[in-house]
């Protein structure tokens, strides 16, 4: 069973999810990273640009998802550098310092305190996360144009690219069409019809709206609704 709630850290997520039944599951991109624990181990899941599908790997899992742009100051690595990847730790930071925050995690009274402990302690020791970000996310998130967004922030396009690289793993364009699956799929979970969403969510029509679901997700929007796969 999956269960999240608000961390606190500010504009993060911890979660848990212990698998009722084995076999693989899918994880839709959403301009996020997470840092994970499984069976005592610590792994960061870097940026997806389309559906990751697990492997059906056994054992229950948590995670502290951080809000979009927000990892890399804390991680310490440039996010692109962990696009579509899910890796250990220890690949990130020293092995002797991550076999000791795992052992404190694992000593913790669940995992999912225990990583929102450590993520709590790496951001006291980081700087602050950087507002312009903030309002990149939030202007796509509405459905801002991109250039329309560089040029209320004071960027130029190659400017806000770079950083964007740097912060979310791929460009603002990329960033947008993700955030826009997730308005869509979020109004279409919610009874929405499917022409109706994709004329709110900011496609051009429906069929723009499937095409885009199938590249993103992997799966037709009913059956990404039902459940399947």
Known sequence: MYVERAS????????????????????????????????????????????????????????????????????GVPAHELRDRRVELADLWPAAEVRRLEARVNAAPDPVSGLEDLALRQAAGADPPDPLLRQVVTALGAGRPVAATADELGLGARQLHRRSLTAFGYGPKTLARILRLRRALALARDGVPFADTAARAGYADQAHLARDVRELAGLPLGELLAGRG
């Open 8 to 75: 606190r850290l500010a504009g993060a997520v911890v979660w848990s999810n212990a698998p009722e039944r084995d076999g693989a599951a899918r994880v839709l991109p959403d301009g996020c990273m997470d840092l994970l624990w499984h069976q005592g181990r610590l792994l960061v899941a870097g940026p997806d640009t389309h559906a990751h599908v697990t492997d059906g790997e056994n054992g229950a899992w948590a995670g502290v998802r951080f809000y979009p742009g927000t990892a890399p100051a804390l991680l």
